[in-house]
């Protein structure tokens, strides 16, 4: 009997009432995507796989295949084989029928990793790090809304009706107990759901806004098991919200005078000991630590359009609101994109605040880590920490509007070398592809400013 069918059969008889199995996968969006098993078929997902078309990678947001690289119609969209991972077969609380999930991974038919696979294209750059001797060390922590499920008039959301009061939520109280204690039965279940499908959750804080929260994530030593972690919190969070009466999103920017929704990357590196590379000692970190951050500058522009991957994202860049808008690094400072927070030296880290929570955790942290290994390899000087508000000016060398990013994607010349010509080619074109769908929808204030 092969081990993922041991696996099922041992969660099964623990789970005599789980009526089907959902085999899940992340695609170029960050967005779910598979397909459902009832219980009595789910050993043939074991055994043999699951045949899926690759060009379910290759969807844009909307769910339209755009025949990236002559992906999808051109080629007869032939299928792949996604094949469980160990230990990702979980329970799914807060189903409505008994259900439970495993995690799969994209391969070719003839059992090689898919490249078109987000979660092959981090394991990718992860091993380029390990075989130099690093290893990463990374958690990851999202931001998002929960909103009201009644929309405006505008399709616009509306905040939250407070579960304590019966009313409408118009307070931002940052780092607010009251309003932990308000929410407290969803993000109790959040944890609750999080510890059943082994997703390390730790602490929940108010944010700067009504109805909007942050989860933290623990540390762990694989940049993979992190992205994992961080994209089924996404599912948790958005599974929980709907039963308790909510939507959650994770979109960069749903209130335009509110604050918006970050994915703020956490990374340190080790050695082959474990000893942690960028501490030495002292508050500002090692020579490594900073040369890890001068790749990160050095690869920011190019990156752009994958830590901000659609028009909204790009509303968080504004000066003055805690979003990164230059190359800036700083210690114990909030205002800038790279962060060297304070506290012990064995903990000493890299906090990347650039991405929006809309960002494919994948490929962001592919991006990140990158970076940190550009710059080691390269030891590039990231020049003087910046001291006090380093958020005053948006850096004319980074580029701040979709359009600009994905032309700085496709003339990108660091990032190919990790994630692969051919890849970053295909996430150009969808992405492409997507802007000008959007760009062709007339949007209500056009009629408004120009009828």
């Avoid at 999080?194 to 806004?209: D, F, K, L, M, R």
């Avoid at 508050?283 to 490594?288: I, P, W």
């Avoid at 659609?310 to 994109?337: D, K």
Wanted: proline fraction near 6%; charge should be negative; hydrophobic fraction near 40%.
């Amino acid at each position: 009997m092969k081990p993922g069918v041991e696996e099922l059969t041992s969660f099964l008889a623990d789970h005599p009432d789980v009526e089907y199995v959902d085999a899940i996968l992340f695609d170029l969006c960050g967005i779910v995507r598979g397909k459902r098993y009832p219980r009595q078929d789910a050993k043939g997902l074991f055994t043999n796989g699951m045949q899926i078309p690759y060009s379910v990678f290759l969807l844009d947001v909307t769910g339209d295949c755009p025949d990236a690289g002559g992906r999808g119609f051109s080629d007869g969209d032939p299928d792949g084989i996604a094949v469980p991972i160990a230990g990702t077969l979980k329970r799914v609380p807060w189903a409505r029928v008994p259900s439970a999930q495993v995690l799969l991974t994209m391969t070719d038919q003839d059992g090689a990793a898919s490249f078109l696979d987000p979660r092959n294209v981090l394991q990718k750059v992860e091993h380029r790090l390990l075989a130099d001797g690093l290893q990463p060390v990374t958690a990851l922590e999202l931001e998002f809304y929960l909103i009201d499920r009644q929309r405006m008039g505008d399709g616009s959301p509306q905040f939250p009706i407070a579960p304590d009061t019966g009313q409408r939520d118009k307070n931002t109280q940052v780092y607010g107990m009251w309003e932990i204690e308000s929410y407290a039965a969803v993000l109790r279940d959040i944890e609750t759901a999080c510890n059943i499908q082994g997703v390390p959750c730790y602490t929940a804080s108010s944010e700067y806004a009504p109805g909007q929260f942050e989860v933290n994530l623990r540390h762990v030593t694989s940049g993979v098991a992190a992205a994992d972690h961080a994209s089924l919190l996404k599912r948790v969070v958005m599974g929980v919200a709907e039963r308790h009466g909510f939507e959650a999103t994770f979109m960069s920017k749903p209130f335009s005078k509110m604050a918006g929704n970050g994915l703020h990357i956490h990374l340190s590196l080790c050695d082959s000991e474990g000893r942690n590379i960028f501490d030495d000692g002292s508050d500002g970190g090692s020579e490594m630590l900073r040369w890890a951050i001068g790749g990160m500058q050095a690869t920011m522009p190019e990156a752009m359009a994958i830590f901000a991957p659609n028009a909204n994202a790009y509303r968080r860049f504004q000066p003055n609101l805690y979003v990164p808008v230059g190359r800036t690094w700083g210690i114990n400072n909030r205002s800038v994109a790279f962060r060297v927070p304070a506290g012990e030296g064995a903990a000493r880290r890299v906090e990347h605040r650039i991405c929006g929570a809309d960002a494919n955790p994948y490929l962001a942290l592919a991006a990140v880590m990158a970076g940190a290994h550009h710059g080691i390899t390269h030891r590039i000087d990231p020049g003087p920490a910046d001291t006090g508000n380093a958020g005053k000016e948006m850096d004319a060398g980074v580029p701040f509007t979709w359009r600009s990013a994905l032309h700085a994607l496709k003339e990108a010349e660091l990032l190919p070398g990790y994630f692969g010509a051919e890849y970053l080619s295909l996430y150009h074109d969808t992405k492409w592809a997507e802007l000008e769908k959007f760009q062709s929808v007339i949007a209500p204030h056009e009629y408004a400013w120009y009828l």
